[in-house]
T-cell receptor, first 115, second 114 residues
Framework: DTGVSQDPRHKITKRGQNVTFRCDPI?????LYWYRQTLGQGPEFLTY????????KSRLLSDRFSAERPKGSFSTLEIQRTEQGDSAMYLC?????????????FGPGTRLLVL | AQSVTQLGSHVSVSEGALVLLRCNYS??????LFWYVQYPNQGLQLLLK??????LVKGINGFEAEFKKSETSFHLTKPSAHMSDAAEYFC????????????FGAGTQVVVTP
């Protein structure tokens, strides 16, 4: 069990550029979540995958955001035409099981700064 | 709809003193409740969770939390603070009848003084 990994750990980009983040969940975890955390706040839910199916998207996920999880393994989160308001920590979590047995394990996050 | 409120965005405790972090939830039925810790520039680590079994839940690093339905609370405590406890702590809630989306509080930053 190597834990959830995320790449890159830090990203600085200019407004208007596109960025893509990757999340590798714990092996065999069928659920994968993306959260966004702004300074001084708790994480906010963005989207959720069960295997390769994206089952829910938050209203926070505008049309500029897209997430994929091909083959139900790693996931990518892309932000097009970045804005300064997109600056945040993007966290990925994975889990296995349902109900009371489910526990989400978080990766170290990708910190995005949009200039 | 459910929500969680953490009272106090910053808490300062002396090394060796009691740590008490407050969390209140709002939910039509008792949800699952979690405490996570986040060290600087790191992701979240689960400290403990309540899933309707024992109301007093013991977690890692000497932390424990008590679920009180009458007070809709899930406060986190540690009898004796250590310097390594300096971090940000998040309370989170999840509905028992849904999939796993967590709703987090705003967090409490803990500072431990010698």
């Amino acid at each position: 069990d190597t834990g959830v990994s995320q790449d890159p750990r830090h990203k600085i980009t200019k407004r208007g550029q596109n960025v893509t983040f990757r999340c590798d969940p714990i092996s065999e975890h069928n659920r994968l979540y993306w959260y966004r955390q702004t300074l001084g706040q708790g994480p906010e839910f963005l989207t959720y995958f069960q295997n390769e199916a994206q089952l829910e998207k938050s209203r926070l996920l505008s049309d500029r955001f897209s997430a994929e999880r091909p083959k139900g393994s790693f996931s990518t989160l892309e932000i097009q035409r970045t804005e300064q308001g997109d600056s945040a920590m993007y966290l990925c979590a994975s889990s296995l099981g349902t109900g009371s047995q489910e526990t989400q394990y978080f990766g170290p996050g990708t910190r995005l700064l949009v200039l | 709809a459910q929500s969680v409120t953490q009272l106090g965005s910053h808490v300062s405790v002396s090394e060796g003193a009691l740590v008490l972090l407050r969390c209140n939830y709002s939910s039509s039925v008792p949800p699952y409740l979690f405490w996570y810790v986040q060290y600087p520039n790191q992701g979240l680590q689960l400290l403990l969770k309540y899933t309707s079994a024992a109301t007093l839940v013991k977690g890692i690093n000497g932390f424990e939390a008590e679920f009180k339905k009458s007070e809709t609370s899930f406060h986190l405590t540690k009898p004796s603070a250590h310097m390594s406890d300096a971090a940000e702590y998040f309370c989170a809630v999840r509905a028992t009848d849904s999939w796993g989306k967590l709703q987090f509080g705003a967090g409490t930053q803990v500072v431990v003084t010698p």
